[in-house]
């Protein structure tokens, strides 16, 4: 860290790394606000990783502690994989954003406070007993007290709004502050709220004076004596955008239909936190995909099987509540043996449960929540930038083995953005198959000899007249049958079909030694916690390596190579020890679950502190 003077007094100070939570009302804009501080941070060069906090009420009364939405950015100058353990940085827009993020940010942290909003009533909803402005309990922070909405308002007079109105543009004052702390550019936010309010001129001018006063009283007041730089990160040649899962998750699949040369037909039923992957494909019907908002879940499914059917990539997607009313549908897809991806972006349950917040727990569901053994296979990303190739790596299993494939997702990587380098298609793998089209070779249920993938032929295509439904197919033939041993040698090459599959993805990646002391094996969102704490231990000479599963089902074939290669596994988990039951039960290796499921991710010291001791048990052994 280096520091130098300005001329107007203010030191400046050069920092590797920070963490920002923006955090206040439902109505207070902190998604918006965070969103537009990690787009800048993101033009300017910055490794980027995000963590919205939305309040599952959609109408949590106002300054109530559950009406509580936050957004965390973590930005830095070098590489990584989190959007950080704990705030550098709170800004709390009121009372009740104050008392549910206060406890996470370290003594000496820097506390920004909108004091307008500490009023005897706010501070009753927020069951504050006295003013922690004034009662001394804030001392271990650096708190500055900001009358940020009588300054907003001040900066807004003479436009045509009312007191209200004025008040909704205060996120962008806290903003401002914001960007002049860390030297960052007003100009990308500015042109975003010309292209956003531009037909409302009064709105853009509000917001625009807003976010340029927050600007000059960090500039002109007293209270700030430093602030703060962090250089761009050296990140790999190309070009890069800030992309979040969801938004990475339609992208792939929109790409892995252009790569299929076939129509994306998603049929979908709106649900938290999967939605905006039907807002974001709506928008491509440019590029020939259809969307489909069906009445209900059973449908969206049913609907893009028949798409599917129909010689199209049918695709839907929901969450745990949402893939339970879709079972019934997706064992059919595994009988009829068709190409369709399910996408389930987790959140936390069971039944409703918490559905603003994540958890990894639906992995038992997608592999068994079916009746009769009916395997599909299941993929998973592991960062939202991931959520890309693996849309595209589904789509190229599916059709090549003709098979349903899972897709899991979280909220963590829903809604989490980092950078992500835009592929060049050359990058991209070709994954078109071709339809059927031989009559006298047709038989619907004949296989390729190295995937066991039936042929897959259009209705409509002259002499390839044949029967699907739920009902088991004759080897061969696929009429209708009943024979008992046709039964399990359907089952038993249905079973076959997505074992193959182990012969066409990669192997497991180790990150460290390949054998030694400690391997800490992880799946889906969980990576940046894990690869962090993995890479501090390395760092100080502790023999741990890092692996995370991408392919669920089949597992990398050499992940039993790799697991008894280690003395000890850590299987870190945001559920109740799903993948571990699945390791200890197929490889039987004593693998240690480390499992938390409060629907927030794992910061990094936990999962490093569970590693060292473990590590502690391994030496005393």
């Known amino acids: 860290m280096t520091t130098e003077t300005r001329p107007a007094d203010h030191e400046i100070r050069d920092l590797e790394r920070v963490t920002i939570r923006f955090a206040g ?69 009121n009372p009740a954003a104050l008392k549910t993020n206060v406890g996470d940010l370290p003594a000496g942290g820097a506390l920004i406070v909108n004091s307008d909003a500490f009023t005897p009533q706010n501070l009753n909803k927020a069951a504050y007993a006295s003013n922690p402005l004034t009662d ?19 900066s807004l007079d003479g436009l ?66 430093t602030h703060y730089r962090v250089a761009p990160a050296r990140l790999g040649p190309g070009t890069y955008r800030n992309i979040t899962g969801n938004e990475a998750t339609a ?48 449908a969206a499914i049913g609907a893009a099987i028949g798409a599917s059917y129909g010689g199209a990539m049918g695709l839907t997607a929901s969450s745990g509540p949402g893939i339970a009313l879709k079972s019934e549908a997706l064992g059919l897809a ?40 009916s395997p599909v296979p299941v993929v998973a990303p592991a960062t939202p930038a991931e959520c890309f190739t693996m849309a595209i790596e589904a789509w190229r299993i599916a059709l090549k083995y003709v098979t349903p494939v899972v897709y899991l997702s979280d909220a963590f990587l829903a809604t989490g953005a980092e950078p992500w380098r835009i592929p060049e298609l050359s990058e991209l793998p070709e ?8 009559r006298a070779t047709f038989q619907p249920y004949d296989r390729d000899p190295e995937t066991l993938a039936r042929k897959w032929a259009v209705p409509g295509t002259p002499g390839l007249e044949h029967r699907v439904g739920g009902l088991e197919k004759a080897d061969i033939t696929g009429n209708v049958s009943y024979d008992p041993d046709n039964h399990h040698r359907m089952q038993l090459l249905r079973q076959e079909k997505v074992a193959r599959i182990a012969n066409d993805i990669p192997d497991l990646e180790v990150h460290g030694p390949p054998s030694g002391d400690l391997l800490v094996l992880g799946w889906g969102s969980t ?57 200890r039960a197929r490889y039987l290796v004593d693998a240690v679950g480390y499992d938390k499921v409060r629907g927030k991710p794992f910061r990094i010291a936990e999962i490093e502190e569970e590693a060292l001791r473990l590590l502690g048990e391994s030496a005393r052994s």
């Open 251 to 298: 992208l792939g699949f929109l790409a892995a239909s252009k790569l299929a040369g076939r129509q994306l037909f998603y049929g979908s039923y709106p649900i938290t936190p999967a939605s905006d992957i039907l807002h974001q494909l709506s928008g491509y019907k440019n590029f020939g995909i259809k969307t489909f908002q069906a009445e209900d879940e059973i």
């Open 25 to 93: 009302d439902s109505g207070d804009g902190m998604q918006l606000t965070g969103t537009q501080f990690t787009r800048t941070a993101a033009v300017f060069g910055n490794d980027i990783s995000t963590l919205p906090d939305f309040p599952a009420e959609i109408r949590a009364p106002a300054g109530s502690l559950p009406g509580v939405s936050g957004f965390q950015i973590s930005f830095s100058s070098s590489d990584i994989h989190t959007p950080g353990d704990a705030p550098d940085v709170l800004v709390a827009m």
């Open 334 to 373: 595994v009988m009829v043996e068709l190409p369709l991806v399910v996408v389930d972006v987790q959140r936390a349950g069971p039944s409703t449960g918490m559905p603003t917040k994540t958890e990894q727990a639906d992995l038992l569901q997608v592999l068994f929540g079916r009746n009769s053994d």
């Open 431 to 438: 994954i078109g198959v071709e339809n059927w089209t031989d």
């Open 527 to 583: 990576y940046g916690a894990i690869r962090s704490a993995v890479e501090r231990l390395q760092a100080d000479g502790r023999s741990v390596a890092h692996a995370h599963l991408r392919h669920l089902n089949p597992f990398p074939r050499n992940l039993g190579e790799v697991l008894t290669s280690f003395r000890r596994v850590l299987v870190p988990e945001v559920n109740l020890g799903q993948l571990l039951m699945l390791i």
């Open 136 to 154: 001394g309990s804030l001392k271990p922070y650096t708190v500055f007290e900001i009358p940020i909405s009588t300054l907003n308002e001040r």
């Open 160 to 225: 045509d709004m009312t007191s209200k109105q004025k008040d909704l543009t205060k996120n962008f004052f806290a903003l401002g502050i914001m960007f002049w702390l860390y030297e960052r550019s007003m100009d990308p936010t500015l042109a975003w709220i010309d292209d956003k309010f531009g037909k409302r001129p009064v709105v853009a001018e509000a917001n625009k004076r807003a976010l340029k006063a927050g600007y000059a009283f960090g500039e002109t007041t007293e209270i700030f004596h």
